[in-house]
């Protein structure tokens, strides 16, 4: 006899089996799920996907799995790529591991947390790419990466800057496609790396703890603003290496060189909307530095201390200090001069209601050595060959408390020269105030604008001797060449009297009458262009002019001989002038014709 299960048994064998399909196929589901996700992270799917929605930022990965949803997303290869019309930058992490919502994909959302990477490196260089117009409908992109821990970063490069070794970050990264870029660092440690300058190292990071954000709002057509964007604290302690890594960028040709320097450098930033704040300080110092120009030599070590300090008001006031103790100029033979110490002061303070500081520099050379100006007679031989005489340079002295006229003035002042201009004896005494502030170098020539040169006391036993004459010539424009040594300069001159001039244009000690009148003529004013070089000195563009006096022309003056052509105005009387060596002849007639068919030889 067959007995039938009893109705409430045949119920439940029925629910267990719904139970088990359900439970199957909800398991088929799950494995489906993940299978998907896993294909779709491994193929690139998700990556064009994101791709195609976020303007110029990428996110790309290699390889990718993920135990979805208990698990974490782990990937290998990973990078994060953004790029404006400014600078284009790229983060690439070896691995990675992190929790991740995959619903916020949906939502244009990347919002990653708990990151663990290991092996990563920065890439920053400008972009130049153009603007792209985007959609103003289009929902933006959202990516945000927090608690970020990245172990043994290897490389940040900033283009020609790079860091080489190994540094731990922690901090989290918000970038909002087209409105903001926020990131912050609360920790980056260093325990050794080298900083690299196109290639070359340039200094090794002893160490070094800092903590930065960066805010930076999205202006349409201009990109990120980080104008006001970067605050944080930098320590480090750093070994510079020797400076001969500048001489591969000078070039081979390049008039200058430099050796050694080697020093510490102890660094305290701390900045706040990309301005310093109280507290930052820097200390360094290193071993002779080395500077050979042209046919000179400069040796000295240096030291470097900067500080923002807290002024009683609350706004901000910093120095630095530069400074060079004891310089060693050597020339081409041996001719020695020595500094006991030069020294640039920049003060630096707030202004109120206003961008930037108000920056006052001070530059202090101490009193030196005399010079023996002998040495400059390889360059200035053919125009003054120098006998004896002596130079000192110094910065201006100033009492405490009295207003300084210039805080960049630099002094040379020598005693009675004696020197030979062809067969004439000439003595003098000569002074030059340089203008700090206006000197420039661009590693072919040194710009002296604003030179001022003082001459007196000057005598000369020539035809026409010359009896304590002085004057003084401003150049509004001058430049040195360093290979070979070349003096350019436009200059305007005050003189006492027109005894220099008489001299130059006259041969013999009998004056012509046309001439006689020219020694009574006081306070002239000279203007023109002047070149000095080892072949002798050249004017061009000569203009003088005085009380019932004119005179205009040129001339190139070398070993007391002199070449050119003048024109003279005394009154109504105007009259040419030829210069030739040993024999100087004169043009009443038809003068100023005559002048004009005069070429004018160009500067050598």
């Known amino acids: 006899m067959t007995v039938s299960p009893s109705p409430d048994v045949q119920d439940a064998a029925l629910r267990n089996r719904r139970r088990r399909r359900v439970a199957l196929w909800a398991l088929v589901a799950v494995a489906v799920l993940e299978v998907a996700i896993n294909v ?54 070896d691995e990675l591991e992190a ?52 172990h043994d970063v290897r490389e940040l490069d900033f283009s020609r800057v790079r860091f080489a070794g190994a540094l731990d970050v922690t901090g989290m990264l918000n970038l909002q496609s087209r409105e ?32 930065a954000r960066l805010d930076a709002p999205f202006r349409a057509g201009k990109g990120y603003d980080l104008s006001k964007a970067l605050g944080g604290q930098v320590k480090t302690r750093i070994d510079v290496l020797p400076l001969d890594w500048l001489n591969d960028l000078l070039g081979a040709s390049a008039p200058v060189s430099l050796r050694g320097g080697a020093g510490r450098m102890d660094l305290d930033v701390r900045m706040e909307r990309n301005t310093l704040e109280p507290g930052s300080q820097l200390k360094a110092s290193g071993e002779a530095l080395d500077l050979r120009a042209g046919p000179m030599r400069v040796r000295a070590p240096w030291s470097l201390q900067a500080s923002m300090d807290a002024e009683p008001k609350g706004q901000p006031s910093g120095q630095l200090r530069l400074a ?38 001070a530059l202090r050379v ?32 100033h ?75 401003t150049l509004p424009r001058a430049s040195l060449s360093l290979s070979p040594t070349v003096l350019k300069a436009r200059f305007v001159s005050q003189l006492t009297d027109t005894q220099p001039i008489v001299a130059l244009i006259t041969s013999s000690k009998k004056l012509p009458g046309f001439l006689t009148s020219l020694l009574n003529i006081p306070k002239v004013e000279v203007t023109g262009q002047v070149q000095i070089d080892e072949r002798g000195l050249q004017l061009r563009e000569l203009k003088a002019k005085g009380e019932g006096f004119s005179l205009e022309g040129h001339l190139d003056l070398v070993q007391g001989n002199i070449t050119g052509a003048l024109l003279a105005s005394l009154g109504a009387v105007t009259g040419g002038i030829e210069l030739r060596p040993g024999k100087h002849d004169l043009h009443l007639l038809k003068a100023t014709e005559w002048f004009k068919r005069q070429p004018v030889p160009p500067f050598r």
């Open 40 to 93: 779709a992270l491994n193929t690139g799917v998700t990556q064009a996907i994101m791709g195609r929605a976020t303007d110029r930022t990428r996110l790309t990965w290699q390889r990718a799995w993920w135990l979805y949803p208990v698990g974490r997303l782990h990937l290998k290869g990973f990078t994060l790529t953004q790029q404006d019309s400014d600078v284009w930058w790229k983060v690439e992490v």
């Open 99 to 150: 929790g991740m919502s995959l619903t916020g994909l949906l939502r244009k959302r990347v919002d990653v947390d708990g990151i663990n990477g290991h092996g990563a490196s920065f890439h920053l260089e400008p972009s130049g790419a153009p603007a792209e117009p985007s959609d103003p409908n289009s929902k933006p992109w959202v990516i945000h990466l927090k608690d970020v821990t990245l």
């Open 180 to 211: 903001r870029l926020q990131v912050d660092l609360p920790s980056v440690r260093v325990t050794e790396g080298f900083i690299e300058v196109d290639g070359k190292r340039v200094a090794r990071l002893e160490s070094l703890d800092s903590r």
């Open 324 to 361: 060079f103790a004891p310089v060693h100029v050597s020339g081409p033979k041996g001719h020695d001069l020595e500094v006991p110490e030069v020294t640039l002061t920049v003060q630096a303070r707030r202004r109120e209601g206003q961008p930037g500081l108000e920056l006052k520099p």
């Open 366 to 397: 101490a009193k030196s050595q005399p010079l023996d100006l002998r040495v400059l007679n390889p360059w200035l031989g053919q125009t003054l060959e120098i006998d004896s005489g002596h130079v000192t340079v110094r910065s201006e002295e």
């Open 399 to 473: 009492s405490k408390g009295a207003k300084a006229r210039n805080a960049l003035e630099l002094r040379m002042d020598t005693d009675l020269i004696s020197g030979r201009m062809g067969p004439n004896k000439v003595l003098l005494r000569a002074e030059v105030e340089v203008d700090a502030r206006q000197l420039s170098w661009d590693m072919t020539e040194l710009g002296l604008s604003g030179t001022t040169l003082r001459l007196r006391d000057v005598s000369s036993n020539g035809n026409v001797p010359i009896r304590a004459w002085s004057g003084n010539f």
